[in-house]
């Protein structure tokens, strides 16, 4: 089947988010500023409860920036077959583990109703890696957000069989949520954006590793030549140093000949449990 839709197609029905971590309530927070309903699935009710509150807490600050944005409603379930229930899309935004992400995906696909849109928020593993539970491979793409509400770019790139039409439809009603989409046009480890930035935080992680700077000189040049408002030790710190582990070692089994100076230093702040700021210390001290 085709999976095209417009706007009008798709307002008044559900999004599902599945995940409740940093990206997850984010990507809920962007989807919620368009009156719809909004459903947050993950398996830990505090976890939910922390979404939900993040999502009601920045809902006005998103919507302050939008000219034509309406709160939505969203909820919080730990039951998948509640998240997907009339759902037109589902997001799913958990740990980049292929063991994890694998039959997720054949849960997702045995409740979601014909015609739902599956995106998966990886920002490292193209979703035909995750694909052989999905039946209708048609269906699937990565939907890769970035840091919204403060970032709002979404990367969309085919599983090798992504419907066009599917494709389409995101690139046209995204928007309407307040965020950027763009098509990785060919498949690419790390995408468009990604790619770039993993060779500037590896080589920032080398350069701490080595001596040569601490994390908050490099973060201050940036900050100073480029005049971002972070740099990328304080952005690693934002999405979790096993985020960023994770994804470096998906990079090293893709490209063995990486130095390793970068995988390491990051898993000397991981083993002491200092994942940024959701355990209150990384790079920096919360």
Same mark, same amino acid.
């Given at each position: 089947?085709?999976?095209?839709?417009?706007?009008?197609?798709?307002?008044d029905?559900?999004?599902?988010?599945?995940?409740?971590?940093?990206?997850?309530?984010?990507?809920a927070?962007?989807?919620?500023?368009?009156?719809g309903a909004?459903?947050i699935?993950?398996? =830990?009710?505090?976890?939910?409860?922390?979404?939900?509150?993040y999502?009601s807490?920045?809902?006005? +600050?998103?919507?302050?920036?939008?000219?034509?944005?309406?709160?939505?409603?969203?909820?919080?379930t730990?039951?998948?077959e509640?998240a997907?229930?009339?759902?037109w899309?589902?997001? &799913?935004?958990?740990p980049?583990?292929?063991?994890?992400k694998?039959?997720?995906w054949?849960e %997702?696909? =045995?409740?979601?109703?014909?015609?739902?849109?599956?995106?998966?928020?990886?920002?490292?593993?193209?979703s035909? /890696?995750?694909?052989?539970n999905?039946?209708d491979k048609?269906?699937?793409?990565?939907?890769h957000f970035?840091?919204?509400?403060?970032?709002?770019?979404?990367? /969309?790139?085919?599983?090798?069989?992504?419907? +066009?039409?599917l494709?389409?439809?995101?690139?046209?009603?995204l928007p &309407?949520?307040?965020?950027?989409?763009? &098509?990785?046009?060919?498949?690419?480890?790390?995408?468009?954006?990604?790619?770039? !930035?993993?060779a500037?935080?590896r080589?920032?992680?080398?350069?701490?590793?080595?001596?040569?700077?601490?994390?908050?000189?490099?973060?201050?040049?940036?900050?100073?030549? !480029?005049?971002?408002?972070?740099?990328?030790f304080?952005?690693?710190?934002?999405?979790?140093?096993?985020?960023?582990l994770?994804?470096?070692n998906?990079?090293l089994?893709?490209?063995p000949?990486?130095?390793?100076?970068?995988?390491?230093?990051?898993?000397?702040?991981?083993?002491?449990?200092k994942?940024? %700021?959701?355990?209150?210390?990384?790079?920096?001290t919360?």
């Amino acid at each position: 089947m085709t999976y095209t839709y417009t706007f009008e197609d798709i307002k008044d029905r559900p999004v599902a988010v599945i995940g409740a971590g940093t990206l997850g309530r984010r990507i809920a927070l962007m989807f919620a500023t368009r009156g719809g309903a909004v459903r947050i699935h993950a398996r =830990r009710a505090e976890q939910l409860a922390e979404a939900t509150d993040y999502v009601s807490q920045n809902l006005p +600050r998103a919507l302050a920036q939008r000219a034509e944005g309406q709160s939505g409603e969203v909820t919080g379930t730990t039951s998948l077959e509640e998240a997907l229930d009339g759902a037109w899309l589902v997001v &799913e935004s958990v740990p980049e583990r292929l063991d994890v992400k694998i039959p997720l995906w054949g849960e %997702i696909d =045995r409740a979601a109703q014909p015609g739902t849109i599956f995106g998966t928020n990886s920002s490292s593993l193209p979703s035909r /890696l995750m694909a052989e539970n999905v039946h209708d491979k048609s269906r699937l793409c990565n939907m890769h957000f970035y840091m919204p509400p403060d970032i709002n770019a979404v990367e /969309l790139m085919s599983d090798g069989e992504t419907d +066009r039409g599917l494709l389409d439809t995101l690139l046209a009603v995204l928007p &309407e949520f307040g965020v950027q989409p763009f &098509e990785v046009r060919k498949e690419s480890t790390g995408f468009i954006f990604n790619r770039v !930035w993993a060779a500037v935080k590896r080589e920032s992680l080398a350069v701490v590793a080595e001596g040569v700077a601490r994390p908050e000189d490099v973060d201050g040049l940036f900050k100073h030549t !480029w005049g971002v408002l972070a740099g990328p030790f304080q952005m690693m710190d934002v999405v979790g140093l096993d985020v960023a582990l994770d994804i470096e070692n998906h990079y090293l089994r893709e490209f063995p000949h990486l130095p390793t100076s970068a995988r390491e230093l990051l898993q000397a702040y991981v083993d002491a449990g200092k994942l940024g %700021i959701k355990t209150g210390e990384g790079f920096y001290t919360y």
